[in-house]
């Protein structure tokens, strides 16, 4: 019977024990499911941690949960700050107002346990960040300015991360994925939100592929782009590059892809089956002159109506001496292809001088 008010702190951890809790607002709880049993009220209600399953647990003001391997937690509300980390396996999980939630990963007292294990369901994210480090994740919403959903790159010694099914990202929320995580079984749908590619630069010269089931986009962004490190080790021509493959592609949106034309190789986008809707492609070279009569082909396609421009200034970009456009090869692809055989207005300019 122990009352935890605003600002007291009640920790229960492994093999602990605490019944008849009453955790007030601004009161802080920091629990394990490996606790023998807790339970008492919040602002939810009635909520319980009892052989090794946690229901109907909300958590606000700075308060934790660690779900451990081989322990459920079912129907968890993160509100306010509060944190959850799971090795375990959660559904119905819903992480709001700037809460933090982790997959796959366990940081106690600086002690970091992965596990390959965890496993997420049915998880809603509103304004507030999840990021999955190893285990399985099936059906996340995430949604809001402030709503975050991160992929680690795969951690050593562990499978990589994977999504599954439905991912539904919505209202300004940002996904993230780092490397050759596994997202050969999901759904992706991007509503006005930003998919951010990352690719692996530990590998030189090892391109980053990236496959999906679908991918639907509704005024979106997918960009893809370097680990945002020091290079201390990967020179500046050795970009690792990002090929996304997906059965099918449908909707409205932006890919903002990088190339390096002069040495033939670039970010790509693979449809594999039937790709329907209008798309604009923003291309950053590498700035290195390529030879004349170079192109090179950014998307593939396996059928279907959909149109590739390219979204840069005009409809072209600089490479060198040279202006690019893409142009559509009539055969369901589309290549980065010499605009004009005359140097660019940039190059005349400085010849006049």
């Known amino acids: 019977n122990t009352t935890v008010d605003s600002g007291g702190l009640l920790e229960v951890m492994d093999g602990g024990t605490a019944t008849g809790v009453d955790k007030k607002a601004g009161g802080k709880l920091i629990v394990s499911t490996n606790a023998l049993e807790v339970s008492g009220t919040n602002s939810k209600g009635q909520f319980s941690i009892k052989d090794g399953v946690s229901k109907n647990y909300e958590l606000d003001d700075g308060s934790g949960l660690i779900v451990m391997e081989d322990t459920q937690a079912i129907d968890t509300i993160l509100d306010e700050h509060a944190t959850m980390q799971s090795l375990g396996k959660d559904t119905g999980t819903k992480v709001q107002a700037n809460a933090v939630y982790d997959l796959g990963r366990s940081d106690q007292n600086g002690s970091i346990t992965y596990s390959s294990k965890a496993i997420s369901e049915n998880m809603v994210i509103n304004n507030g960040r999840a990021n999955v480090w190893a285990g399985t994740m099936v059906n996340v919403s995430v949604r809001g300015n402030d709503g975050i959903l991160e992929v680690m790159k795969p951690q050593i010694n562990y499978a990589p991360a994977m999504l599954v099914g439905k991912v539904v990202v919505s209202e300004g929320a940002s ?25 692996d630069i530990t ?76 798309f604009k492609i923003f291309v950053t070279d590498t700035g290195a002159s390529p030879a004349a009569g170079d192109s090179l082909t950014l998307v593939t396609t396996g059928g279907g109506d959909a149109a590739f421009t390219l979204g840069n200034a005009g409809g072209v970009v600089d490479i060198g001496t040279y202006e690019y456009t893409l142009l559509d090869n009539g055969n369901h692809s589309w290549s980065l292809a010499e605009n004009r055989a005359q140097i660019t207005p940039s190059t005349t300019d400085v010849l006049n001088m």
Do not use: C
């Open 175 to 199: 996904f993230r994925t780092h490397g050759a995580v596994d997202t050969s079984k999901a759904d992706v749908s991007l509503e006005n939100s930003v998919w951010t590619i990352i690719a």
């Open 203 to 278: 590998t030189t010269n090892q391109n980053t592929l990236l496959n999906l089931a679908n991918l639907a986009m509704s005024d979106a962004n997918v960009i893809m782009m370097d680990e945002p490190v020091t290079r201390s080790s990967v020179t500046a021509s050795a970009e690792n590059f990002i090929t996304l493959t997906t059965n099918t592609l449908s909707g409205n949106g932006n890919f903002y892809m990088r190339t390096d034309m002069a040495n033939h190789q670039s970010d790509q986008l693979n449809v594999t089956g039937q790709a329907t809707g209008d």
